[in-house]
């Protein structure tokens, strides 16, 4: 079991949590699809706190290497790019693409995940192991997944509309890389 505390182990305990951050993203794909929307949401969130997890036990422990800012921006971009555009897509827009404006739809789809792709592409070109920054430029995707969620539960209360939706979508697109700076916890 010592390989779980060795920093050049793919399968130390930092990755690991960062391979259950996949996983339950997997899951909320899987649920997704199948439009439980709780099920893919409790899955979402579990991503989240794993996400959490893996970065506080690879400080703890000195397991932070290059593999593994590459393997959390993978997951990152699993969990909270892909997953809460396909949220969004299942559980507000499929079913209106006729009554909504079909550019505006692919656009705004588009263009959160490019956003979100290439926030993650340069945090980890200025990423070094070990190291973390006080501050975040631009909003981490984490928090845009988070942003999303909460336009979707305004959205369930009807006082927003399926296009106001993707218009919030395009704006945290754009904060991802925006100059911004977020606290890092």
Known sequence: MSFLFNKNSHFNLAN???????AAGIFAIYFLT???FFAAALFAWLAGAFDIVDGKIARKYNLSTQFGIQLDSYADFLSFVIVPTMF???AVI??????????LIIFAFIYYVISGLRRLIQFNINSNEGEVEK?????PT???AILLWLV????LTGIISETFVLIAMIVIGY???SKIKIKHL
């Open 175 to 177: 904060l991802l890389n």
């Open 142 to 144: 984490p928090l845009g």
């Open 94 to 103: 499929d079913g209106q693409e006729l009554t909504l404006s079909t550019p």
């Open 16 to 22: 690991i949590a960062t391979f259950f951050n996949i």
């Open 152 to 155: 979707y539960l305004i959205f």
């Open 88 to 90: 969004i897509y299942f």
């Open 135 to 139: 501050y975040f430029v631009g909003v």
């Open 34 to 36: 199948h439009n439980d």
